[in-house]
């Protein structure tokens, strides 16, 4: 019981981070059915992050854009959302699922849309 009390910090950490990677091998394994039903592909990070470097097939609007370009994103198709990390994709999923949008997806990391 005490390593629990001493390392539950540890423990907490461990755990979000193995959800963080099971979910996104768990999209990437969903992509190419969701590629066939249309999905839409947006990337939230910044327009210079994304004029760097993005995957193929993604749209780019910016995180702190997002809620005030809803009209241009279809409630009917799948979404993708991804960033640099997954925290502002995810934050993009939370606002998305807010605003009614039904099957949206966080992949994370941009790269996890990159095909080999």
């Known amino acids: ?18 959800y963080k990677w099971w979910n996104t091998r768990k999209i ?3 992509l190419p059915d969701l590629k066939k039903k249309g999905a839409l592909l947006i990337d939230v990070r910044s327009e ?14 910016p995180l ?14 799948p979404i993708i959302v ?3 990390s997954g925290t502002r994709s995810g934050m993009a999923r939370r606002l998305l699922k ?15 849309l990159r095909t080999r």
């Open 28 to 30: 990437k394994s969903m």
């Open 98 to 112: 807010r605003n009614g949008y039904g099957q949206v997806y966080n992949i994370g990391a941009w790269s996890n």
């Open 48 to 61: 210079q992050e994304f004029m760097q470097n993005h995957a193929v097939d993604t749209i780019n609007i």
């Open 1 to 18: 019981m005490d390593i629990i009390k001493n390392y539950w910090p540890v423990l907490l950490l461990t755990l979000w981070f193995s």
């Open 64 to 77: 702190h854009e997002l809620n005030g370009r809803l009209a241009e994103i279809p409630k009917e198709k």
């Open 82 to 84: 991804c960033c640099a």
